[in-house]
């Protein structure tokens, strides 16, 4: 009786030692797992949760029309819209930023500036001190065109009503 009682208590504690002994990744990764994160490490379990998102949101019916108002309907279709908008010019941005140039070397020499020693231009370049002149870098920007439309703006015409002749 007193080896049945200290088999058992043997076994509770072979079995507690295990529940707190570390595991590895249920995905085979290699790494090791808590019994929180389904027995997964913690990016195969970030993965997962994400992938559990993906089907959540993919598996989102799309409401009745006798339940939803005019209004709710021109709210969804404003704001996946807006959805669909924003995520286009995100991809163009990523590709033009891959072909320019870093901000931290000149435009001309392509001389490595420090913060405060880059001059940025109109023409969207940042230049060294001896290029930042728009005469030594060759500027793009059309300086006379810039003044005009800003004077054009800044002082409207005015002329006065014509007179009709009686």
């Known amino acids: 009786m007193v080896l049945s009682a200290a088999l058992k208590a043997y ?7 295990t529940c ?5 990744c ?5 790494f090791f797992a808590r019994a929180e994160t389904r027995n997964l490490c913690s990016q195969c ?3 997962a949760c994400v992938q559990e ?6 598996s989102v019916s799309i409401p009745a029309a006798s339940t939803t108002t005019p209004e709710k309907i021109a709210d969804t279709s404003v704001n996946s819209g807006r959805k669909e908008t924003s995520a286009a010019p995100a991809r163009g941005f990523d590709e033009s930023n891959a072909r320019e140039k870093p901000e931290d070397r000149c435009g001309c020499c392509n001389k490595k500036i420090g913060l405060m020693k880059g001059f940025s231009c109109r023409c969207g370049n940042v230049y060294c001190t001896k290029h930042r002149h728009p005469e030594e870098h060759r500027c793009s920007f059309d300086f006379k065109a810039a003044a005009r439309d800003s004077l054009a703006k800044a002082n409207p015409i005015v002329k006065a009503d014509k007179l009709e002749r009686v």
């Open 20 to 24: 707190n002994s570390p595991r590895l």
């Open 45 to 47: 379990y970030r993965h």
């Open 26 to 30: 249920a995905n085979g990764c290699g």
């Open 53 to 58: 998102l993906k089907r959540q949101a993919s």
């Open 11 to 17: 076994s509770t504690m072979a079995s507690e030692e």
